[in-house]
């Protein structure tokens, strides 16, 4: 078979490895040399020449985290994350059941933390917006929905699942209980549909590959496998949300679901704008409660043992410092059975980790464990006044999503959007991580970056230090770019200093600073085949 080479000339190529270059050349999904124009042209006189008019190209982003059918039916569907106040919400609601006769009202994104109001849409309120149907509203972070009556008559005894309320949203099992019952009115055109507008806008963004997090409770298997048989330039990696007790069982369930792994949303917790966060401490705004705690210690350890003596790779979902602590038992229990250096072979995850402190991290990163997280969960809900303060109070917000601390303790750092929790903005999650809302807590713009590239193709298992980069021998995976000036900064919180001059060797990035324009896409290209092209 002949050999097919292109060059890119006349941009400018982001990479460590040259950081002035202008020129790139792939051969059969493969960068084989990085460099400068005139010295492109005369290694590689036969290829094809792709002029980039001054366009940048940059590693492909990989999103670490998350649901695609649930992203799909949030772009089609009813979005509720701009409702400004709950007669907004509920308004749009009504509206949407004049205009259409769906078997079930699936809608996501209310926070009531944004409402006049302060409160969650009821029962009542869902019955009088749209009299008789079946309605299912998820909260912004999933961990918990409102649903008509019509929708829990068809749950039986849901009365008695833990989380009930007979008015207020549902959570924990009963949340669960109901969401299944919401799922089963989706037939599987629509989830199809929903996932090919899911991966579609993904590819959109510049991502050529995400991790799904999926399990019993989320998604349900036969999406699950749905998702991972739909064939789409965009790669997909299948998480599988389920404890296991045994080497046996782990490797059966990874079989039986198609997964390349057993962790992502296994959850040892909830969310704090649910109230259902494992805390140490109540809740500020709930002091009654400490949140909900669905593994404890010993479990989790089971959990790792199983999957690490089969190979696999696991990982949970973990949010409030209670559920920390139960994980980092999990771990340490885990590593003293088998030995530091097994644990750490298999790169195993924390999802979100968003109370994780600096001496946990140090414990984490010894064991190889890579923290998965969400910088836009803290330019949605860090700051004064915000969510994190209303459910901790002011103290407690200022230790959340602490990137810096866990960097510099030597974990790695991969990131994702958790769509549709999060926008699918792959630069503004970058500047989230840069411009933490917290002083001291955020990374330097080439760290954040690095997240959401190479730690990504990490945190999926890839290890081989090419995947992620333009260099010789690295997958060409890479996106195009218009955007302006490219800038060298410093870290957040330090003095700043911004250079263009490729002398400092240091690979420029688009200015990632508050109101700069984003860079827009121009193509994607995932190990040589176009996944997106403008």
Known sequence: MAVSTQLLVGGRIYSSFAPDATSMAVTDGTVVWVGDDR??????PDAEIVDLAGAFVTPAFVDTHVHVTALGLSLSGLDLGEATSLEDCLGRVQRYADAHDDSIIWA???????????????????DRAAPGRAVYLARIDVHSAAASSSLRARVADLAAADGFDPQRPLRADAHHRVRTAAR???????????????????????????????????????????????????????????????????????????????????????????????????????????????????????HVVACTRAGIQTGFHVI???????????????????????????????????????????????????????????????????????????????????????????????????????????????????????????????AAFSAATRGAWRAGGVRDGMAGTLAPGAPASYAIWETGELVVSAPKDSVQRWSTDPRARVPALPNLEPGAPAPVLLKSVHRGVVVHER
């Open 39 to 44: 010295a492109g042209r005369a290694l590689h």
């Open 108 to 126: 996501h994104g209310w926070d009531e933390t944004r409402w006049p109001e302060s409160r969650p849409p009821s029962t009542a309120d869902l």
């Open 184 to 302: 089963s009115s989706i037939d599987a055109g629509q989830r199809a549909r929903a996932r090919a507008l899911a991966l579609n806008h993904l590819a959109a963004h510049g991502i050529v590959a995400v991790h799904e997090c999926g399990g019993p409770d989320i998604g349900g298997l036969d999406d699950f496998r749905e998702l991972l048989a739909t064939e789409h330039p965009v790669e997909v990696r299948g998480y599988w949300g389920l404890p296991v007790t045994s080497e046996t069982e782990a490797r059966e369930v990874l079989a039986d679901t198609g997964a390349h792994a057993l962790g992502g949303d296994l959850f040892v917790d909830g969310a704090l704008g649910s109230h259902t966060a494992w805390l140490h401490e109540p809740y500020a705004d709930a002091p009654r409660t400490c949140g909900t705690a669905y593994l404890d210690a010993a479990a989790i350890a089971t």
């Open 320 to 446: 409030g410092d209670a559920a920390m602590t139960a994980a980092m038992a999990g771990f340490r229990a885990a590593v003293d059975e088998l030995g530091g250096p097994a644990v750490a072979s298999l790169g195993h995850r924390i999802e979100h980790a968003e109370m994780l402190t600096r001496d946990q991290a140090t414990d984490l990163a010894s064991w190889g464990v890579v923290a998965s997280v969400q910088p836009g969960f803290d330019a949605l809900w860090g700051g004064p006044g915000a969510l994190y303060e209303q459910r901790l109070g002011a103290e407690r917000a200022a230790t959340m999503n602490d990137f810096a601390g866990t960097a510099a303790a030597g974990v790695s750092l991969a990131f994702g959007s958790d769509a549709p929790v999060t926008r699918v903005e792959p630069w503004s999650m970058v500047a989230a991580a840069v411009h933490h809302r917290t002083p001291g807590r955020g990374i330097s713009p080439r």
